[in-house]
């Protein structure tokens, strides 16, 4: 029997109980919720594991999932298929579409080496992915990823940097892992982050170099440097990791270069967007027939009028998409004066049919599957696989959820 006197000592304790139960709950609750962080590697194309020693991204096939490639936007550039992965949306939709162009909407020109207009929000259609979170009450940090330094709906990610590309790999891997360490009221669940290589040394050594193989082993000495450091974390089981590119690499050769004002008279030009091998092109009124005529007569490359371009490359329904699309055939260049050097080497931009565009995807983590292989997949549906992964109501995009569902568990 429990004595009067005791009695308030009984109620303190169920409610001491009491307390800790529910507290435990909230943690539980709390701590339960999913992180998904997503890398991108610049211009690391589908089968570079295959060609290299990636002992790193062997291990991330075996205990996650690999789908065999991730096919980009057209055109194959880094810009429109960043901005593609975090909104779900075709180029022609989220307005980027290329890395430098003439906004007829807006009168102004939009370029990736311009900070003020990378950092524009007019120019941005569509809803990124760190907005369609933070708008859902989920922090979101971005160290560089495309698109992020511009505000969209008036929010940037909780965290964010401005580019830099001179910030060494192993100074972002870092900043990553200190946001994943913060105390989880101020932990973002929702990682994006990027590296400018294999881009840059693929560009300038090409595809199949030795040089260019060096940097994807260090790369993927890197991803397991990333892999080890989430595996301490406290809040490793629930964390997802995708690790995936914009575009792949084609080799080009200086034999193989064509040059528009060896056919072209500049005066019939209003605007011309984009760089080698993909462009659009505004004609002056009255050479718009001439333009595409001679366009149509040069080799190696495909024009197409605007309203012409084959529905598969849903290039066509922007204004700032000029008369014409033009790109070269794979391995060919297309450049715009033939005072310019010829280049060898690599490049991107290339139709998305060109396997050599297409680009890795791997992800493991609690939401994956373990020891799973796919066909290809769509960049546009990674924007539909974060939001089912992290419970959010998505924006509305191209993608399609049931394309990458069989990814998860
Ligand atoms: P691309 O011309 O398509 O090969 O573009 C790749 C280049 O984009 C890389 O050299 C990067 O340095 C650059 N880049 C990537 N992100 C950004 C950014 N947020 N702002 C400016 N340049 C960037
Ligand atoms: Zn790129
Ligand atoms: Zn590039």
Known sequence: MIKKFMMPVLYATI???????????IKESKSNKPYVIMLSMDGFRWDYPEKTNTPNLDHIEKIGVRVESCVPCFPTKTFPNHYSMATGLYPENHGLIFNRFYATDLGKFYSISNRESVSDSSFYFGEPIWVTAEKQGIRSASYFWVGSE??????????????????????????VIK????P??????????????PDGIGHYAGPNHPETIEVIEYLDSLVG???NKVAELEIAEQVNVIITSDHGMGEISEERTIYFDNYINKEWIEYLDGANPAYSIEAKDKFYD???STLSGINNIHVWKKEEVPARLHFSKNERIK????????????????????????THGYDNRNKDMHAIFYAYG???KEDYKRQSINNIDIYSLICEILNLEPAKNDGELANVIPLLN
């Open 15 to 25: 409610i001491f109980f009491l307390i800790g139960c529910n507290n435990n709950l």
């Open 150 to 175: 511009a505000l969209h709906d008036n929010l940037f990610p909780t965290y964010h940097y401005d580019y830099n590309g001179a910030v060494p790999f192993e100074d972002r891997l870092d900043g």
């Open 290 to 292: 001439t333009l595409y």
């Open 184 to 197: 989880e009221e101020e932990r973002p669940h929702l990682i994006l982050w990027y590296m400018q290589e």
């Open 225 to 227: 440097v990333f892999y």
């Open 366 to 368: 609690p939401a994956f």
């Open 323 to 346: 008369d014409f699309v033009v790109v070269a055939d794979s391995s060919w260049s297309l450049l715009v004066s033939s005072k310019k050097k010829a280049y060898s080497g690599g």
């Open 179 to 182: 946001w994943l360490e913060l």
